[in-house]
């Protein structure tokens, strides 16, 4: 009897084993994944960059996926994302299957952009988990979380657009010109007499506030 309990207890140990679950989700068969990892800090906190490759290669042995690719970013401000391009630029020659980053704002320059290479990578196929925020996009829950990142996004849009609606109207209260400066060849007669006037073509360019090519373009089609 003894003997019985100590098996059913090793099977069921064995049970558990393989149904580990992963961000509170049951784990499917396990797929040999291609994954690259994707870790970024700012200039003034490069001593983390360890802390973030060592958890990400951690997740990636957990999952049993193969790391294919490893990117290591730093630097300051929303634009800096260079070598990301590296990253996408394999999902898009279909070396990796999955891309595993520690963060989205690690990831993401802005919601828009952040939405924009998700749905880049659901488009070739390739998975986006995020370690920090336990998102996983190869899930039926984490694709609903990327259909809220779309809300979002499109939120900050319409902030955006309001925003400039309103410096515009401001703008236009206050007396200020828009749109585009007036270009050269709208000036042509002002330009040819000035110079009809003795003033020279440098002299001309400064008064108009355009280029001196252009202003020789302007007297050369004269003659």
Known sequence: ????????????????????RVFGQ??????????????????????????????????????GWTIAMQVKEVGSGAAQRQLREKLLDAARRREIDVVLVWR??????????????????EHL????VSLTEALDLTTPAGRAMAALLAVFAEFEREILRERVHAGLAHARGNGTRL?????????????????????????????LQIGRTS?????????
Request: charged content about 30%; glycine content about 6%.
């Open 1 to 20: 009897m003894r003997k019985r309990h100590s098996e059913m207890a090793a099977k069921q140990a064995s049970e558990r084993a393989k149904s580990t």
């Open 26 to 63: 049951r784990r499917k068969h396990p797929k040999m994944f291609r994954v690259g990892l994707y870790a970024r800090v700012s200039t003034f906190d490069q001593h983390t960059i360890p802390l973030q490759i060592r958890a990400l290669r951690e997740y990636a042995a957990k999952r």
């Open 104 to 121: 989205l704002d690690r990831w993401g320059r802005s919601v828009a952009d952040l939405l924009a290479t998700l749905q880049e990578l």
């Open 125 to 128: 196929g390739v998975g986006f």
């Open 179 to 207: 749109g585009r400066p007036q270009t050269a060849a709208l000036q042509t007669g002002q330009v040819r007499k000035l110079y009809r006037a003795g003033v020279s073509k440098a002299e001309i360019a400064r008064r």
């Open 215 to 223: 202003v020789r373009r302007i007297l050369a089609a004269k003659a």
